[in-house]
């Protein structure tokens, strides 16, 4: 079975054919193009995949834009399925306000259980980093901490001299001394990083541990967050296309 997978984002919409834990013709799409009014070219652009697919399923930060995403899918045969915070069966959510969970989120949680075992923790990477636990109990909760775009951007706002640095700044950062403005800032944001995922994973395995939960595996995804898990003391394994692999799973279990 083949899903076409669709991951509306508040900027970019991520989609792609998934079949268990392969995923195939990926890409993006921006969301403002159906935020006011249903997309032809959306669907004109997911043809490829339309042409395999045996269902279609989606999840949205964006509740705004789900009708006008149905709308330019109205031509599809495909079954459409919503993932949300009521239709995540196999996925027990121990969290005392459901509806505020990301469905994102709640699609990466599944992923993890479904491929990678559990307890895990999920560390998704945009313009916040987010953590996602999954115990033996079900989702249990997680948490939001600034990303590596929110740091940047804000030294660079909040200051009169600071440049801006890009995501290709913050990678293979040598020394520990910075040398000049740049490098100083870049020590501070790609190590500083490093060192707070550092500290709120070895925080939430010691609460699981201390319940009697063993180590958990952690899973690590993202746009931009490959190449900085190098310098986490905590080992993850990247999984780029988890959210698409885990509505995938979600279709499958409701379909």
């Known amino acids: 079975m083949k899903t076409l997978s669709i991951d509306v984002g508040n900027t970019s919409t991520?989609?792609?054919?998934?079949?268990?834990?392969?995923?195939?013709?990926?890409?993006?799409?921006?969301?403002?193009e159906f935020r006011h009014a249903p997309s032809p070219a959306f669907a004109q652009k997911l043809a490829p995949l339309l042409a395999e697919a045996d269902s279609i399923s989606f999840c949205s930060v964006v509740p705004d834009i789900n009708d006008n995403l149905r709308a330019s899918l109205a031509e599809c045969q495909q079954p459409i399925f919503h993932l949300t915070c009521d239709s995540c069966a196999g996925l027990e959510l121990v969290y005392p306000k459901p509806h505020e969970i990301g469905q994102d989120r709640i699609a990466n949680a599944i992923a993890a259980q479904e491929f990678y075992g559990i307890p895990a923790i999920v560390i998704d990477m945009g313009?916040?980093?987010?953590?996602?636990?999954?115990?033996?109990?079900?989702?249990?909760?997680?948490?939001?901490?600034?990303?590596?775009?929110?740091?940047?951007?804000?030294?660079?706002?909040?200051?009169?001299?600071?440049?801006?640095?890009?995501?290709?700044?913050?990678?293979?950062?040598?020394?520990?001394?910075?040398?000049?403005t740049v490098h100083a800032m870049k020590l501070g944001v790609a190590v500083g990083f490093s060192g707070m995922i550092d500290a709120l994973l070895l925080k939430v395995t010691n609460e699981l541990q201390k319940r009697g939960e063993p180590k958990p595996v952690v899973l690590s995804t993202g746009g931009s967050i490959a190449n900085l898990t190098k310098d986490w003391a905590h080992k993850s394994l990247f999984v780029g296309d988890l959210t698409l692999m885990g509505l995938a799973v979600a279709a499958k279990r409701q379909l």
Do not use: C, W
Not at 14 to 32: D, E, I, K, M, N
């Open 127 to 180: 313009t916040a980093v987010t953590f996602d636990i999954v115990s033996s109990q079900g989702y249990e909760g997680g948490i939001i901490a600034p990303g590596l775009a929110v740091m940047t951007r804000y030294l660079h706002e909040q200051t009169a001299l600071l440049p801006e640095l890009s995501a290709e700044d913050l990678l293979n950062v040598e020394g520990a001394i910075g040398k000049s």
């Open 14 to 32: 991520h989609y792609g054919l998934v079949a268990g834990q392969s995923v195939q013709l990926t890409g993006h799409f921006p969301t403002a």
